[in-house]
């Protein structure tokens, strides 16, 4: 990552859930292809690993079929981790997933306007993606349906574009 990339990482930090799958909504304007998915550490889990994937949208804003396993990486040290995937997206929305088997820090943006609302009452936190139950393993063909609305889930998630379609 360059330095100039690096200063402009976001400040706000949250700490996953080991065995949590969580997934961030992504709409994409327009047609592209991807060439990179990746994350921030800022403090590493010894011994751990995380995955990461792209989710195509299913039905009522919730995610469905996986378009992308991305693949695993280690929690183990700090800085960015990434993986190499070669993904066209067309315009719509897709959800970015996350899911350790350990509890890093990750650098995240709580800056954004979700598409989901409010978790609860207006003045509180915004309802920022799913979240359910996983025990650490290949991310599933399918997001399970549990339907459980995350406040904890945040914007951790970035790509870097290969090519705009």
């Not at 195509?56 to 996986?66: E, K, V």
Request: hydrophobic share 40%; with cysteine.
């Amino acid at each position: 990552m360059s330095p100039l990339m690096a200063d402009r990482l976001p400040t706000t930090t949250r700490t996953l859930v080991a065995d949590k799958l969580y997934a961030m909504p992504f709409p994409i304007p327009r047609d592209i292809t991807i060439d990179r998915i990746a994350f921030w550490v800022s403090t590493a889990a010894a011994d751990k690993s995380a995955r990461i994937g792209i989710y195509s949208n299913g039905t009522n804003c919730y995610p469905g079929a996986r378009l992308n396993a991305g693949g695993e990486v280690s929690v183990a040290t700090t800085g960015q981790k990434e993986v190499v995937v070669s993904q066209s997206l067309s315009k719509g929305l897709y959800w970015f997933v996350l899911v350790s088997n350990g509890a890093p820090t990750i650098k995240a943006s709580t800056g954004f306007l979700s598409i989901l609302g409010h978790a609860s009452e207006i003045d509180g936190a915004f309802a920022a993606g799913w979240r359910t139950d996983f025990t650490y393993a290949t991310l599933p063909a399918n997001f399970p349906d549990t339907n459980t609305i995350s406040e904890e889930t945040f914007h951790c998630i970035g790509f870097r574009l290969a090519s705009l379609d």
